[in-house]
Protein backbone atom coordinates (compact mmCIF):
# COMPACT_ATOMS: atom_id res chain seq x y z
CA UNK A 1 0.00 0.00 0.00
CA UNK A 2 1.65 3.77 -1.03
CA UNK A 3 -1.00 5.05 1.67
CA UNK A 4 -1.57 9.15 1.03
CA UNK A 5 0.19 10.36 -1.41
CA UNK A 6 0.69 13.84 -3.22
CA UNK A 7 1.65 15.58 -6.21
CA UNK A 8 4.12 17.69 -6.58
CA UNK A 9 5.85 18.27 -3.47
CA UNK A 10 6.69 21.54 -4.34
CA UNK A 11 5.07 24.18 -6.21
CA UNK A 12 5.86 28.07 -7.30
CA UNK A 13 3.39 29.81 -8.79
CA UNK A 14 2.42 33.41 -9.52
CA UNK A 15 -0.61 35.61 -9.03
CA UNK A 16 -3.46 35.08 -10.75
CA UNK A 17 -2.59 31.22 -11.66
CA UNK A 18 -4.60 28.33 -11.13
CA UNK A 19 -3.16 24.86 -10.22
CA UNK A 20 -4.10 21.24 -8.50
CA UNK A 21 -2.96 19.57 -5.91
CA UNK A 22 -3.45 15.80 -6.27
CA UNK A 23 -4.29 13.75 -3.49
CA UNK A 24 -4.83 9.99 -4.41
CA UNK A 25 -5.28 7.03 -1.06
CA UNK A 26 -5.14 2.91 -1.67
CA UNK A 27 -6.81 2.50 1.33
CA UNK A 28 -9.93 2.34 0.04
CA UNK A 29 -10.80 5.20 2.50
CA UNK A 30 -14.55 7.01 2.78
CA UNK A 31 -13.22 10.21 4.56
CA UNK A 32 -10.80 12.57 2.90
CA UNK A 33 -9.33 16.11 3.80
CA UNK A 34 -7.50 19.02 2.61
CA UNK A 35 -5.36 20.93 5.49
CA UNK A 36 -3.35 23.72 5.34
CA UNK A 37 -0.34 24.77 7.68
CA UNK A 38 0.74 28.08 8.37
CA UNK A 39 3.79 29.11 10.36
CA UNK A 40 2.30 29.91 14.61
CA UNK A 41 -1.25 28.57 13.30
CA UNK A 42 -1.26 24.44 13.26
CA UNK A 43 -3.44 22.69 10.59
CA UNK A 44 -6.35 23.99 9.55
CA UNK A 45 -9.52 22.42 7.69
CA UNK A 46 -10.08 23.09 4.20
CA UNK A 47 -12.54 20.90 2.34
CA UNK A 48 -13.46 17.51 3.24
CA UNK A 49 -15.35 14.61 1.71
CA UNK A 50 -17.27 11.83 3.26
CA UNK A 51 -17.52 9.79 -0.15
CA UNK A 52 -17.61 10.47 -3.84
CA UNK A 53 -19.94 12.91 -5.01
CA UNK A 54 -19.84 14.26 -1.30
CA UNK A 55 -17.71 17.31 -0.22
CA UNK A 56 -17.89 19.79 2.73
CA UNK A 57 -16.16 23.47 3.78
CA UNK A 58 -13.98 23.33 6.59
CA UNK A 59 -12.59 26.16 8.51
CA UNK A 60 -10.79 27.90 5.97
CA UNK A 61 -12.56 26.84 2.16
CA UNK A 62 -12.54 30.44 0.36
CA UNK A 63 -9.94 30.27 -2.49
CA UNK A 64 -10.31 26.59 -3.03
CA UNK A 65 -12.37 24.41 -4.60
CA UNK A 66 -12.46 20.33 -4.45
CA UNK A 67 -14.67 17.52 -6.10
CA UNK A 68 -14.43 13.99 -4.57
CA UNK A 69 -15.61 11.71 -8.58
CA UNK A 70 -14.01 8.73 -7.04
CA UNK A 71 -13.09 6.72 -3.51
CA UNK A 72 -9.36 6.95 -4.24
CA UNK A 73 -8.95 10.96 -5.53
CA UNK A 74 -9.55 14.32 -3.59
CA UNK A 75 -7.50 17.42 -5.91
CA UNK A 76 -7.55 20.75 -4.51
CA UNK A 77 -7.86 22.86 -6.90
CA UNK A 78 -6.44 26.68 -6.48
CA UNK A 79 -8.61 28.93 -8.80
CA UNK A 80 -6.49 32.20 -9.06
CA UNK A 81 -3.56 31.86 -7.15
CA UNK A 82 -2.92 34.63 -4.07
CA UNK A 83 0.15 34.80 -1.99
CA UNK A 84 -2.55 34.19 1.23
CA UNK A 85 -2.27 31.12 -0.08
CA UNK A 86 1.60 30.33 0.10
CA UNK A 87 1.43 27.39 2.74
CA UNK A 88 2.28 23.44 3.15
CA UNK A 89 -0.66 21.51 2.64
CA UNK A 90 -1.86 18.11 3.40
CA UNK A 91 -4.56 15.74 2.42
CA UNK A 92 -5.74 13.57 5.14
CA UNK A 93 -8.09 10.07 5.03
CA UNK A 94 -9.47 8.01 7.46
CA UNK A 95 -12.22 5.17 7.06
CA UNK A 96 -15.49 7.03 8.77
CA UNK A 97 -15.79 6.79 11.89
CA UNK A 98 -18.86 5.69 14.08
CA UNK A 99 -19.49 6.44 18.24
CA UNK A 100 -17.59 4.10 19.77
CA UNK A 101 -14.85 3.50 16.54
CA UNK A 102 -11.55 5.04 16.32
CA UNK A 103 -9.85 4.90 12.65
CA UNK A 104 -6.35 6.53 12.36
CA UNK A 105 -6.25 9.43 10.14
CA UNK A 106 -3.32 9.17 7.94
CA UNK A 107 -1.98 12.02 6.28
CA UNK A 108 -0.05 12.60 2.94
CA UNK A 109 3.67 14.02 3.14
CA UNK A 110 2.39 17.49 2.28
CA UNK A 111 2.91 20.12 -1.00
CA UNK A 112 4.56 23.08 -0.51
CA UNK A 113 3.26 25.81 -2.51
CA UNK A 114 4.98 29.24 -2.82
CA UNK A 115 2.76 32.33 -4.66
CA UNK A 116 4.68 34.99 -5.72
CA UNK B 1 -16.03 25.81 18.49
CA UNK B 2 -13.82 23.46 19.90
CA UNK B 3 -10.32 24.79 20.52
CA UNK B 4 -7.34 23.45 21.11
CA UNK B 5 -4.02 25.72 23.04
CA UNK B 6 -0.90 25.02 23.18
CA UNK B 7 1.19 27.76 25.45
CA UNK B 8 4.37 26.51 25.11
CA UNK B 9 5.72 27.85 21.29
CA UNK B 10 9.20 26.19 22.30
CA UNK B 11 10.28 23.65 24.89
CA UNK B 12 13.80 22.01 25.24
CA UNK B 13 14.98 19.21 26.87
CA UNK B 14 18.15 17.72 27.49
CA UNK B 15 18.44 14.13 26.16
CA UNK B 16 17.62 11.26 28.51
CA UNK B 17 15.75 13.18 30.30
CA UNK B 18 11.97 13.64 30.53
CA UNK B 19 9.54 17.03 29.73
CA UNK B 20 6.26 17.71 29.62
CA UNK B 21 4.16 19.22 26.84
CA UNK B 22 0.49 21.25 27.84
CA UNK B 23 -2.40 21.12 25.47
CA UNK B 24 -5.59 22.51 26.96
CA UNK B 25 -9.13 22.54 24.98
CA UNK B 26 -12.17 23.71 25.17
CA UNK B 27 -15.61 21.89 24.32
CA UNK B 28 -18.96 21.09 25.34
CA UNK B 29 -18.67 17.73 24.26
CA UNK B 30 -18.59 14.40 26.11
CA UNK B 31 -17.46 11.51 23.89
CA UNK B 32 -14.44 12.97 21.88
CA UNK B 33 -11.05 12.07 21.26
CA UNK B 34 -7.44 13.89 22.05
CA UNK B 35 -4.12 13.43 20.28
CA UNK B 36 -0.53 14.31 19.87
CA UNK B 37 1.39 14.28 16.56
CA UNK B 38 4.69 14.83 15.96
CA UNK B 39 6.05 16.27 12.93
CA UNK B 40 9.65 15.98 12.45
CA UNK B 41 11.67 18.45 9.55
CA UNK B 42 10.37 15.90 6.96
CA UNK B 43 7.04 16.94 7.40
CA UNK B 44 5.36 13.68 7.81
CA UNK B 45 2.71 13.91 10.59
CA UNK B 46 2.68 11.05 12.57
CA UNK B 47 0.68 9.73 15.14
CA UNK B 48 2.51 9.58 18.76
CA UNK B 49 -0.70 9.08 20.92
CA UNK B 50 -4.26 8.87 21.57
CA UNK B 51 -6.67 9.13 24.43
CA UNK B 52 -10.34 8.41 24.43
CA UNK B 53 -12.24 10.51 26.38
CA UNK B 54 -14.18 8.12 28.00
CA UNK B 55 -11.85 6.26 29.45
CA UNK B 56 -10.23 7.49 32.49
CA UNK B 57 -7.23 5.26 32.70
CA UNK B 58 -4.12 8.00 30.83
CA UNK B 59 -2.53 6.73 27.52
CA UNK B 60 0.98 5.12 27.08
CA UNK B 61 2.91 4.36 24.13
CA UNK B 62 6.78 3.25 24.75
CA UNK B 63 8.32 6.46 26.39
CA UNK B 64 4.80 8.72 25.55
CA UNK B 65 2.37 9.10 27.99
CA UNK B 66 -0.30 11.32 28.74
CA UNK B 67 -2.06 12.97 31.57
CA UNK B 68 -5.77 13.49 30.51
CA UNK B 69 -7.52 15.51 33.27
CA UNK B 70 -11.27 15.83 31.58
CA UNK B 71 -12.77 18.09 34.05
CA UNK B 72 -9.90 20.56 33.82
CA UNK B 73 -9.67 20.07 29.96
CA UNK B 74 -6.21 19.23 29.94
CA UNK B 75 -3.95 17.19 27.92
CA UNK B 76 -0.66 17.03 27.87
CA UNK B 77 2.23 15.20 26.84
CA UNK B 78 5.58 13.43 29.07
CA UNK B 79 8.21 11.95 27.06
CA UNK B 80 10.36 9.63 29.13
CA UNK B 81 14.09 9.33 27.99
CA UNK B 82 14.29 11.85 25.70
CA UNK B 83 16.29 11.08 22.19
CA UNK B 84 17.71 13.49 19.74
CA UNK B 85 15.01 11.70 17.65
CA UNK B 86 12.72 13.19 19.61
CA UNK B 87 13.02 16.48 18.42
CA UNK B 88 10.37 17.95 16.30
CA UNK B 89 7.11 20.19 16.35
CA UNK B 90 4.19 18.40 18.34
CA UNK B 91 0.61 19.40 17.78
CA UNK B 92 -2.28 18.15 19.80
CA UNK B 93 -5.40 17.66 18.50
CA UNK B 94 -8.97 17.11 19.52
CA UNK B 95 -11.64 15.25 17.07
CA UNK B 96 -15.11 14.66 18.09
CA UNK B 97 -16.57 11.38 18.02
CA UNK B 98 -18.65 10.71 15.10
CA UNK B 99 -18.56 10.53 11.36
CA UNK B 100 -17.37 13.25 9.96
CA UNK B 101 -14.10 13.10 11.52
CA UNK B 102 -12.77 16.67 11.38
CA UNK B 103 -9.03 17.62 13.66
CA UNK B 104 -8.78 20.89 15.42
CA UNK B 105 -5.27 21.31 16.05
CA UNK B 106 -2.90 23.41 18.28
CA UNK B 107 -0.23 25.75 17.26
CA UNK B 108 2.13 23.16 18.38
CA UNK B 109 5.78 23.38 20.39
CA UNK B 110 8.68 22.76 18.98
CA UNK B 111 11.09 20.40 21.22
CA UNK B 112 14.87 20.33 21.00
CA UNK B 113 16.83 17.96 22.43
CA UNK B 114 20.05 18.87 23.33
CA UNK B 115 23.23 16.43 24.70
Known amino acids: NAGVTQTPKFQVLKTGQSMTLQCAQD?????MSWYRQDPGMGLRLIHYSVGAGITDQGEVPNGYNVSRSTTEDFPLRLLSAAPSQTSVYFCASSALWTSGSYNEQFFGPGTRLTVL | AQTVTQSQPEMSVQEAETVTLSCTYD???????LFWYKQPPSRQMILVIR??????QNATENRFSVNFQKAAKSFSLKISDSQLGDAAMYFCAYRLAGTASKLTFGTGTRLQVTL
Open chain 2, 51 to 56: QEAYKQ
Open chain 1, 27 to 31: MNHEY
Open chain 2, 27 to 33: TSESDYY
